[in-house]
């Protein structure tokens, strides 16, 4: 063994594979961590496809959806490494979301009819697409339960508008977005009356009762959904399920299936067969066939009626513009998936052993030829099954959904009730490989596998139970996504993955390097709205204002003190607190809250945040910066005192004094100069190398400059005082000028080390 | 390279390694793996050592207080798999905590001056301990910015109750467990009047501001904290920050350290100098030795005062008892943490270079002796460093916290401007390795190293900034938690792991063995109050009761349907929907959730659950399973019906009919006879095989076997239907076989997969 790995060794070094500089590693480790742990070679080679490590990135990023946790998940591919929660439809407080004045008017958005709705069931994202392709600039993201839409802006991974679905009382099948995100599509699930709040019975399902899909107008310039240029499809009470926009050769055309076209009643109650035998006991239900474009044309044209204030056309308006078809399609199916060159259309049947592969171009000849097998029920057009299939294809039980490879001609689909992921062919109809997964497969995903140029590589399997997979964390278990290798023939399991909050429905994932987000705002900006916040102020120009029993503070935050320190208010006030991040800094995020008041704010650098609250009870309340920014994090703090109405202080007190001496400010004094000369050894070394080739470098030394320039006029201050033997305040000001070096030799030694670890070379 | 590969895969063979049987690993693939994605040898050892394939398990399980998320973050050890977000003091939809009744009675619990607090800023998570080692049992957690501490049991991960401390404004310094969990320690952090809703000047500070430790009585066998029986210390308002309980030799005895002894006010906006300048002034802060076990005693002596309601030990009766001692501990110290043995209590002084290990039996001479250098300012006794030192270590720049080894006298401690973790050994005090960490690390962790027994192997360092570590993700960026290899005599960085959610402070670890979780509850268990839910029901005894304008439903959730299907309701009523999961296969979790009326469940099998809302708004809304719990879970769904007040149906009125044939019913019973065909091969396989050897899969046969057990007396249903001609409810009452057989078939498949994979043998 011994024997071997020396060779091993020497052997991959001769092969330039490089050995890390460490004693540590020795090819008699590997085998001995290998034997230890249990791992098979090919246990080895999946950790080397997904280990990333320090100071290296990941290649894809996934963003998920959230499932009932309301939000958004971000993670890292092939680490599976969870980067973010982004709170969308549930407040969260980390990010101040809910907690702060301008995120609560983002949740105030999504409220219905006039009342908050603190969660949603998150399901389907959605990147937005330039030309088909995703151009990671916007999140898309549906509640399901509280029929609404929201858009995340990827410059700061933040939820900045949520609109709520005028028509539907549920909504499964969003967001889909058009090839150029001209419109998000959103379909209803659950058929209900579309006046809001209009009550029929339910033996009225097919009269009163109504399905339809939402094309929401997205305005990419200014980032937000335009509700007024938005419109909607009435469709018949079959339940609506998920959807896909055309590209390339369907082009203009959307795609939304159906389940329960049966138009079904259950009520196991009084002894009716449940909703789950009425509505799947025929072999096909509907595939709608839409040409938005054209939908569009006839909304502008004044052609739709108006349903609680939203453009809806009807369906008769829709079959007399020649809007809408449908088509057969085999039996309650989940996924709707156009092909990446669009000529193709995957529609799986949770309770067939099929996908059925429709050909747009059939679909459009079926059209053109006035081609119908029937009319169903709301007199729309049927296309015939045989007319539009290309082909059908057997994969097991329980197909589900399907993605694309980079590959031509692949598609991966899962099977939900084999537990198993199926690669084939669907130019050529057959079945490719198999790969069994752990447990009850719901959506799969590739790389860019919803675009029109997928990227191969990587597949997530989203699978709905983990049971046995991961150390047991109670009754509620995680989620698990596995991650497999789809590069070669066979695919190959590389990583289980637990979601440890909420239920993941879809996931989207994009290559890391399309995505540009900040690292800082533009100071004073509020970010909910991408525009200058009234409360931001610069430093200096702190204030606290009262008008009657309103008092705003206009404050700011930077290492390591709030300004202000002390907030004056009476019993009653109505306060409001503006905080703008002074800091320039990458990652220098601050955090805000006063005591017991229930509220909390975010502050990244450059941001400014207001909270407001009553004042509603005598005491003292200190508030605090949340976020372990620096050493001296702890004292970044202040106290709100809330004072009986009328309180006058007593004129004799005084803040007590410390006892400082003038030995103490000498030493003090002393301390200052050792550490500089710490400082001035640090800069040394840092001017000494090639610092200006590594950004986050730069941006480390400018801030750290930055920290340094703060104790400008303060030498003069304390010397000032120690002139007037005045020790207390002589010593006070030395030992801030100390506090900036700190964060300047913090600072230092960051990029200290990040240059000696990524191999910075001596400059002259 | 080819060749060597080929001998390194054969030697690998002979050696006994093991090689799966697959084609697609090879040497040439890990070399090219390794090549393609820049991973170092190094790398690739780090890879292994961190790895958990499929099936297999970590070694421990964090538990990580979830900062300003109000959450406990759970992940596990060494893959950094994060498992579950656990709801504490913030709603949390997926768990249905705070959108359900009794998870907001839990919260309810947490009000502070008759108001909701929906979050909070978790800190220091503690388990539960037997003779001083994790036992596995509770976890504990405090909320620093509205000062409440929660209890979490680890049989189920569900927050069961929250405690409001009766007089604190703040609270940094928890949770601490003492030896055998008889109290939880919780000390005060900004100074601030005791007495509830009173205010004084900041002139009065010294006066009139207190800190102060709590010490809340828990009670294990009802896992319930007594807050009759807890008591706190008065302190001076000095900043209390960590505590830790003493053990072994110093049992009975806790530690509590201090900043801003210097009582400083600060007022920047004012021209004073921040509270960053004057609270780190002095070399020296007060370590707090406090005997908890006579001040128990005293408490019961009825010699505490009442402040709120609560028993308060004054400044005065502590030293006349000699319950409290102070001894100077330099400089602002963040962690106080006391050795395995008991013997020592090793302080980290943030703003100095030392940590500082004192020597319990010296402190108890001192005490003994009446040895003391001063008194404080408050009368209490101060020991000389010099009297209570065993030895001072010089580590670096911002000492943090400290953890310990498994090897005797091994210590670990964070340094925050250094951005390393120092090694060393405190008997000896000597510096024995230092690594680096990407930055700015706050606390750190070891296995199991708060216990009497710490567990060795890793460490974790809670880095606050991760800046360049992570594919970026906007402005907020996630922490860092970085793995590192404590085995050998040189640590070594194994694993970087984002944050994704909240600024976790501390983290503690164990052993994952010592957990046992359940995977079910006791059919119609509130699982927050661990007792009967008075709206449990059995299958059959679904009921729905009206009481003047109160509608109470009696339900159950079953794959794959609510009971009941219709819930009709006038507009105004107040509804209250009780569900009973009557699963009892593990992480057969339901979901409930109606509509737009902002509730939502989560019931885990054998859970009862009830949401309470008001029908205010007439309409139809749709209600249905939130979980993807089988191949129909669309189909688990209901409408409520919220009619005008005294609507009356139209008595023609009647459900639609499907148009089923006797063609339709022949094709559906032969379906279900084909099914069972399927079946019966599926357990025939099963039963031919070992199965009973593994309990995971035997859970899933008994679920396999309840689900077809559901078709009893259906059949004779259908055919007494289609006996009568009656070929709509004949058919779909068949149907309703076959969707019980395609749960049947789901688990079997998922058995058969199991079994296959985890080598079953054949048995006769």
Known sequence: MKQFNKQATSLLLAAGMGLAATAAWSADNLADVLKARGLSQQDLLAAAKTYV??????????????????????????SMRILKYIGVFTPEPWQGYGFDESSKKVLAQGRIDGKDITWGDTHHPAISETNGEYDGQFLFINDKANPRLAVIDLRDFETKQIVVNPIFKSEHGGAFVTTNTEYVIEAAQYPAPLENKKFYPLEEMNEKYRGGVTYWKFDRKEGRIVTKDSFSLELPPYWQDLSDAGKGASEGWSFTNSFCSERYVGGIEKGRPPYEAGCSAKDTDYLHVINWKKAAEVVKAGKAKKINGHDVISIETAVKEGLLYLIPEPKSPHGVDVTPDGKHIVVAGKLDTHVSVYSFEKIQAAIKAGKFESKDAYGIPVI??????????????????????????????????????????????????KISVHYNIGHLMTMEGDSTKPAGKYLVALNKLSIDRFVPVGPLQPQSHQLIDISGDKMQLLYDMPLPLGEPHYVVAIDAKKLKPAVRYK???DSRTDKPHPGAVRAGEEKIVRKGNKVEVFGTLIRSHITPETIDVEVGDEVT??????????????????????VHASVEPGK?????????????????????CSALHLEMMGYMLV?????????KK??????????????????????????????????????????????????AFDQLGKTKGLKEKHEGFAAKKDWENANLWAEQIWQYQVKTADLGLRAKTYLEQNGARKVK
């Open 523 to 525: 100071v004073g900006t």
């Open 577 to 598: 607190i503006n905080l703008t991040n002074l800091e320039r800094a990458q990652d220098e995020t601050h955090g805000f809250t006063v005591s017991t008041y229930n």
């Open 654 to 703: 005084e803040l007590a004094k410390g006892s400082y001496t003038e030995a103490d400010y000498k030493a003090t004094v002393k301390k200052v100069a050792d550490t500089q000369a710490i400082i001035d050894s640090v800069v040394a070394y840092i001017t000494s190398v090639n610092y200006k080739d590594f950004p986050d470098v730069v941006a480390m030394v400018e801030d």
């Open 643 to 651: 004072k009986p109405k009328g309180w006058k202080p007593s004129a």
């Open 53 to 78: 490590p320090t100071g290296k990135r990941d290649e894809f990023v996934a963003f998920s959806s959230g499932g009932q946790s309301g939000q958004v998940i971000v993670y890292s591919i092939p």
């Open 384 to 433: 015939g099954m045989k007319d539009a299939l290309h082909t059908q294809v057997s994969l097991g039980l329980g197909p589900l959904h399907t993605q694309y490879d980079s590959k031509a001609c692949v598609a991966y689909t899962s099977l939900y009730v084999d537990s198993q992921v199926a690669k084939w062919n669907y130019c050529e109809g057959k079945v490719l490989d």
């Open 608 to 628: 400014t945040v207001a909270v407001k609250f009553k004042a509603d009870k005598e005491g003292v309340y200190p508030y605090y910066c949340t976020e372990f």
